[in-house]
């Protein structure tokens, strides 16, 4: 990409307006362009995939998880920014409104070390002009998300997010309109509603997360008033934002989040167009909008993958990617072990990593069964070398392990409240993936009463004993209730250890040298009936 095309890439024309009285405005004709991204998970460089492998897999179970339809290399930003730059120029910047779906800093070693810095400085590198905030957006602290608002160049806002000590929206309003081709384009961020559940409580302490419906009930009738088009930018998961279709008027186009789908072409729900993006940065969703007698009436959209042959890398922003990662590259490039096939994450059914990360924190523990959270950020490891950057997309976080004992009906609690996580009734109760497992096999049946769903349940080959003790390792996450698992809280002999969760399966790893894709254990998900 040129000069030309990056300095519009940094400097969007799309005029950004303050909240004002409305105004009386003809009725508008005509069209502009959003581009969308959702749940990049820190992903600055491109990644692997093949067929089969999506970058974190998620989705309900029973339904498929979207793929590539071959081999190669896709996203990063400086592929990102041709492909963004090119539309802009073939558009007009003025035309065209880039925007993101929230968990877009953090998860990520360079994240990390920068405390989502280096994600800002690429996002503002490619000029983005509004973002919703997400559950892992606060995986540094919200003081820390303040001080990256600060750094960014665009507002970061969720409607449903305030704050305890004033109830005043945190950061900011969280609607904002651009003139975008002409038109005025409104437009309403919403987070997801049980980000409390999703990390460490204490990152949020100071923060309320209500229900999304709600806050866009309040907030549209004033939005509405002061735009042609209105578009909820939802980090919400998909579920979510059908309700929102359905049960809120005054929404025209709903962008997603939170789900990792791919949502193309754009369909419609009750009336109302949604769309989502898959994550990483794998593809750029690409949103054409005709507008008619001042009302949204058609939508159309494609989400292309940004093979990194097909979108070369843009010069300066590859070589602001270089010199973010220039303090850190000779952690990240380590070798920790070699991997003899796809080692894979999934998210609502077993997953081969997540496995494999379970044996080796049993093995460093002496412990029958290990637990870890169902999430749904990651890419895939490949065959080949596996470095410390790679185990870093799967285990960002800075978990510290604990064991306990749980009786064998403790132990099939936790597999109830992970069935009910799947299939909780109540769409906004939906929190995490399958609990994921080493030691166990088990079968859940998603279409009977709560409480009642899992059955077979095998330790380690043997039938379950329901008075029996059984020595179990997990994270202190876990223990604080993420996924409203708060079964663990109640264990005896609960130890909490002084080891990072991450370092023991990079120790294993190193242990190990050879790693092959773990045989999965029986762990069956029948998904109920429609």
């Known amino acids: 990409m040129g000069a030309s095309l990056l300095l519009s890439a940094c400097n969007p024309n799309p005029q950004q307006h303050e909240k004002a009285a409305p105004t009386a405005q003809a009725a508008v004709n005509g069209t502009f362009t959003i581009l969308h991204t959702n749940d990049i998970h820190g992903r600055h460089r491109p990644f692997a995939v093949a067929p089969g492998n999506a970058t974190s897999q998620t989705g309900d179970a029973g339904r498929p998880p979207s793929s590539f339809e071959h081999a190669g290399t896709v996203g990063g930003f400086a592929h990102l920014a041709t492909a963004v730059a090119q539309v802009r120029q073939q558009r007009g910047p003025a035309n065209v409104l880039l925007l993101d779906g929230g968990d877009t800093f953090g998860d990520d070693f360079v994240a990390n070390q920068t405390k989502g810095a280096a994600n800002i400085r690429l996002m503002n590198a490619l000029g983005y002009q509004f973002m919703a905030l997400g559950n892992h957006d606060f995986d540094y602290g919200s003081a820390r998300t303040r001080e990256l608002q600060q750094l960014a160049r665009f507002p970061m806002r969720g409607a449903n997010v305030t704050d305890k000590a004033t109830g005043e929206p945190f950061l900011g309003d969280p609607t904002q309109v651009f003139t975008v081709g002409g038109m005025r384009v409104g437009l309403l961020s919403l987070t997801y509603h049980n980000t409390g559940l999703t990390g460490n409580p204490k990152n949020?302490?100071?923060?309320?997360?209500?229900?999304?419906?709600?806050?866009?009930?309040?907030?549209?009738?004033?939005?509405?008033?002061?735009?042609?088009?209105?578009?909820?930018?939802?980090?919400?998961?998909?579920?979510?934002?059908?309700?929102?279709?359905?049960?809120?008027?005054?929404?025209?186009?709903?962008?997603?989040?939170?789900?990792?789908?791919?949502?193309?072409?754009?369909?419609q729900v009750a009336g109302v167009w949604v769309v989502q993006a898959l994550s990483d940065a794998a593809v750029l969703g690409q949103l054409t909008v005709q507008v008619q007698n001042g009302r949204l009436t058609k939508v159309e959209g494609i989400a292309p993958t940004l093979w990194t042959d097909q979108y070369p890398a843009d010069p300066a922003v590859a070589a602001l990617v270089d010199s973010l990662r220039a303090p850190y590259r000779a952690q990240l490039e380590e070798v920790l072990a070699t991997a003899t096939g796809r080692i894979?994450?999934?998210?609502?059914?077993?997953?081969?990593?997540?496995?494999?990360?379970?044996?080796?924190?049993?093995?460093?523990?002496?412990?029958?069964?290990?637990?870890?959270?169902?999430?749904?950020?990651?890419?895939?490891?490949?065959?080949?070398?596996?470095?410390?950057?790679?185990?870093?997309?799967?285990?960002?976080?800075?978990?510290?392990?604990?064991?306990?004992?749980?009786?064998?009906?403790?132990?099939?609690?936790?597999?109830?409240?992970?069935?009910?996580?799947?299939?909780?009734?109540?769409?906004?109760?939906?929190?995490?993936?399958?609990?994921?497992?080493?030691?166990?096999?088990?079968?859940?049946?998603?279409?009977?009463?709560?409480?009642?769903?899992?059955?077979?349940?095998?330790?380690?080959?043997?039938?379950?004993?329901?008075?029996?003790?059984?020595?179990?390792?997990?994270?202190?996450?876990?223990?604080?209730?993420?996924?409203?698992?708060?079964?663990?809280?109640?264990?005896?002999?609960?130890?909490?250890?002084?080891?990072?969760?991450?370092?023991?399966?990079?120790?294993?790893?190193?242990?190990?040298?050879?790693?092959?894709?773990?045989?999965?254990?029986?762990?069956?998900?029948?998904?109920?009936?429609?």
Do not use: C
Request: net charge positive.
């Open 344 to 530: 894979g994450r999934q998210y609502k059914s077993p997953s081969p990593f997540d496995q494999l990360a379970g044996e080796l924190l049993r093995e460093a523990t002496n412990a029958e069964v290990a637990f870890l959270p169902g999430v749904g950020y990651g890419v895939s490891l490949e065959a080949g070398p596996i470095t410390r950057e790679a185990l870093y997309t799967l285990l960002p976080h800075p978990s510290k392990l604990v064991t306990m004992t749980l009786t064998g009906a403790q132990l099939l609690a936790l597999l109830e409240q992970s069935a009910t996580n799947l299939n909780p009734g109540d769409d906004l109760k939906r929190v995490g993936g399958l609990i994921q497992s080493s030691g166990l096999a088990w079968t859940a049946d998603l279409g009977r009463p709560t409480g009642q769903r899992v059955r077979g349940v095998q330790v380690n080959g043997q039938p379950l004993a329901p008075t029996r003790a059984y020595r179990v390792v997990t994270h202190n996450g876990m223990l604080s209730g993420i996924h409203r698992y708060t079964t663990f809280a109640q264990g005896q002999q609960i130890e909490k250890l002084d080891k990072g969760v991450t370092d023991v399966v990079e120790a294993g790893l190193r242990r190990r040298g050879t790693i092959a894709p773990p045989v999965l254990a029986r762990v069956t998900i029948q998904a109920a009936k429609k």
């Open 204 to 267: 949020t302490a100071e923060l309320t997360f209500g229900n999304g419906l709600e806050a866009a009930r309040r907030y549209l009738p004033g939005l509405r008033a002061r735009a042609d088009v209105v578009v909820v930018l939802s980090h919400q998961g998909t579920k979510v934002d059908e309700l929102l279709a359905r049960q809120v008027p005054g929404i025209d186009l709903i962008v997603g989040a939170h789900s990792h789908d791919l949502i193309t072409p754009p369909r």
